[in-house]
């Protein structure tokens, strides 16, 4: 049986991460090849790298590091931000990513979505969209695309925007709700439900994570298939393991292989 | 002992390099794990891995566009009987074709075809994205002291195709996904996992280093 997933996500700049880690047992909490290897090691289901890195002249800072993270760990990576062309795809992977997440670039141009798909295949792009509710409490709920860290409305719906990128060949959702990102208050899990019950391919709910019951309001009732979050991981108030007990007990089928990798490759 | 990946412009060449460079390793394997579109290099391997990431017609186009290395390919695996592991669409590849988008001959190493996948329950999301455990048909050294079954160790998988081969016996190992979805294929020398070992942590690494090991 399919498990659900759980994905630490890390916001990287100019190479290393920020916000910042607080791992037990981590010598370097910027550095984000040492907090992927932590989580490869804690059991973490996929790990997503988001390169919020405002110059262009970084992106090899970027690829240096999902070089490093791929020689250190054994499970799938994502990295979106700032991702334009089928060349920053193909470089991205040929260092070691497994999928891209495309934001901005989809938003701009939803064709870009169906090149990138032929050429890399629908499994390897995710389509992440940061939704913000512009419905008011007693309309029916609308959800619109923001860009710009949410500053930027686009005037799309997002439902719709979602049905059009899965017909242009997503092979992912990644839905993000800026009215949650950073609250701890939980999903927008009207939002995530509404997408996850639209298109056919898998949704990762994200923003607003504050409790390990958040994790699985996500699978259970947002109807995603992974739950995407950071700060409750990286500030150490849960591990992955704690996470995966949780929505194991709450009736979620979860993968809890033993691990035999610390990030001790050499 | 010498093992060649295959690059054709295709694929997560660095991350099964890394998976299959730690196996050897822990394997105690001294020989060179390389990355090449040379087809000399393949001619001389002694072990060959095919991996894949993309669209069927494209990673045959890329594979195509390699000078001499289907004949290098036909040479060592087909006729020279070295070891083969094909991974995701590097593993469909061995299917006479390919249905993803359009019709595309595969290299036809293990006849079938590549489809779609239908899984019975509708709520289930195409492409299949995820862990998931391995229903075991027959013993195989690949599988050594690998745990199995609905309790077993996890693999990723992600893709939204499987081969179906023609003859049900050169299915090794089935996921359930809405129905048996084809996991691993096996045929002699061939053998093909669906899903990304260089990914699944501990379940990945041993069926590297049983890939190694293995003596067909």
């Given at each position: 049986?399919?498990?659900?997933?759980?994905?630490?996500?890390?916001?990287?700049?100019?190479?290393?991460?920020?916000?910042?880690?607080?791992?037990?047992?981590?010598?370097?909490?910027?550095?984000?090849?040492?907090?992927?290897?932590?989580?490869?090691?804690?059991?973490?289901?996929?790990?997503?790298?988001?390169?919020?890195?405002?110059?262009?002249?970084?992106?090899?800072?970027?690829?240096?590091?999902?070089?490093?993270?791929?020689?250190?760990?054994?499970?799938?990576?994502?990295?979106?931000?700032?991702?334009?062309?089928?060349?920053?795809?193909?470089?991205?992977?040929?260092?070691?990513?497994?999928?891209?997440?495309?934001?901005?670039?989809?938003?701009?141009?939803?064709?870009?979505?169906?090149?990138?798909?032929?050429?890399?295949?629908?499994?390897?792009?995710?389509?992440?969209?940061?939704?913000?509710?512009?419905?008011?409490?007693?309309e029916a709920p609308r959800w619109e695309i923001f860009t710009h860290g949410g500053r930027k409305a686009t005037g799309l719906d997002a439902l719709s925007f979602a049905a059009d990128v899965v017909r242009l060949g997503a092979g992912e959702l990644l839905v993000t709700s800026m009215d949650r990102d950073g609250t701890k208050i939980g999903f927008d899990l009207p939002l995530t439900r509404a997408i996850a019950d639209r298109v056919s391919v898998p949704v990762i709910a994200s923003g607003g994570v504050g409790t390990l019951d958040h994790l699985v309001e996500g699978i259970r009732d947002g109807h995603a298939t992974a739950v995407l979050a950071a700060s409750i991981f990286h500030f150490g108030t849960h591990t992955i393991a704690e996470a995966k007990a949780h929505m194991a007990a709450a009736g979620i089928p979860m993968r809890?292989?033993?691990?035999?990798?610390?990030?001790?490759?050499? | 002992?010498?093992?060649?990946?295959?690059?054709?412009?295709?694929?997560?060449?660095?991350?099964?390099?890394?998976?299959?460079?730690?196996?050897?390793?822990?394997?105690?394997?001294?020989?060179?794990?390389?990355?090449?579109?040379?087809?000399?290099?393949?001619?001389?391997?002694?072990?060959?891995?095919?991996?894949?990431?993309?669209?069927?017609?494209?990673?045959?186009?890329?594979?195509?566009?390699?000078?001499?290395?289907?004949?290098?390919?036909?040479?060592?695996?087909?006729?020279?009987?070295?070891?083969?592991?094909?991974?995701?669409?590097?593993?469909?590849?061995?299917?006479?074709?390919?249905?993803?988008?359009?019709?595309?001959?595969?290299?036809?190493?293990?006849?079938?075809?590549?489809?779609?996948?239908?899984?019975?329950?509708?709520?289930?999301?195409?492409?299949?994205?995820?862990?998931?455990?391995?229903?075991?048909?027959?013993?195989?050294?690949?599988?050594?002291?690998?745990?199995?079954?609905?309790?077993?160790?996890?693999?990723?998988?992600?893709?939204?195709?499987?081969?179906?081969?023609?003859?049900?016996?050169?299915?090794?190992?089935?996921?359930?996904?809405?129905?048996?979805?084809?996991?691993?294929?096996?045929?002699?020398?061939?053998?093909?996992?669906?899903?990304?070992?260089?990914?699944?942590?501990?379940?990945?690494?041993?069926?590297?280093?049983?890939?190694?090991?293995?003596?067909?």
């Amino acid at each position: 049986m399919l498990k659900a997933r759980v994905i630490p996500c890390l916001d990287v700049k100019d190479g290393r991460v920020v916000k910042g880690v607080n791992f037990v047992d981590l010598r370097d909490a910027g550095d984000p090849v040492e907090a992927a290897a932590a989580y490869d090691a804690a059991g973490a289901d996929e790990l997503c790298f988001l390169d919020i890195t405002a110059s262009h002249e970084a992106r090899g800072t970027l690829l240096d590091v999902v070089e490093r993270t791929a020689a250190l760990c054994f499970m799938p990576v994502t990295v979106g931000g700032g991702i334009r062309t089928n060349d920053d795809i193909r470089a991205l992977l040929l260092a070691g990513a497994d999928k891209v997440s495309i934001n901005s670039a989809a938003v701009a141009d939803r064709s870009f979505v169906g090149r990138a798909a032929d050429k890399f295949g629908n499994q390897c792009i995710v389509v992440s969209i940061d939704a913000k509710r512009v419905s008011g409490p007693h309309e029916a709920p609308r959800w619109e695309i923001f860009t710009h860290g949410g500053r930027k409305a686009t005037g799309l719906d997002a439902l719709s925007f979602a049905a059009d990128v899965v017909r242009l060949g997503a092979g992912e959702l990644l839905v993000t709700s800026m009215d949650r990102d950073g609250t701890k208050i939980g999903f927008d899990l009207p939002l995530t439900r509404a997408i996850a019950d639209r298109v056919s391919v898998p949704v990762i709910a994200s923003g607003g994570v504050g409790t390990l019951d958040h994790l699985v309001e996500g699978i259970r009732d947002g109807h995603a298939t992974a739950v995407l979050a950071a700060s409750i991981f990286h500030f150490g108030t849960h591990t992955i393991a704690e996470a995966k007990a949780h929505m194991a007990a709450a009736g979620i089928p979860m993968r809890r292989d033993p691990s035999e990798l610390s990030g001790a490759a050499a | 002992m010498s093992l060649a990946i295959i690059d054709y412009g295709s694929g997560n060449l660095r991350s099964a390099a890394k998976a299959c460079e730690r196996a050897a390793r822990e394997g105690g394997y001294t020989g060179a794990v390389s990355v090449t579109n040379d087809p000399e290099v393949v001619r001389r391997a002694d072990r060959i891995v095919l991996p894949g990431v993309g669209a069927f017609a494209d990673c045959r186009a890329g594979l195509d566009a390699v000078p001499g290395m289907h004949a290098a390919l036909d040479e060592a695996v087909s006729a020279g009987g070295r070891p083969f592991l094909g991974i995701c669409v590097g593993m469909q590849l061995l299917a006479a074709r390919g249905r993803e988008k359009v019709v595309t001959d595969g290299l036809g190493w293990i006849g079938g075809e590549v489809r779609m996948i239908e899984p019975a329950d509708p709520t289930l999301k195409v492409p299949h994205m995820g862990w998931n455990t391995l229903d075991v048909r027959r013993p195989h050294a690949l599988l050594a002291g690998v745990p199995t079954g609905e309790d077993g160790l996890h693999a990723y998988f992600v893709h939204s195709y499987h081969f179906v081969p023609d003859d049900p016996a050169d299915v090794l190992a089935t996921t359930d996904y809405g129905g048996p979805v084809t996991a691993i294929v096996a045929r002699g020398t061939l053998v093909g996992v669906q899903f990304h070992p260089e990914k699944s942590q501990t379940l990945g690494l041993s069926l590297l280093r049983n890939f190694l090991a293995w003596r067909p």
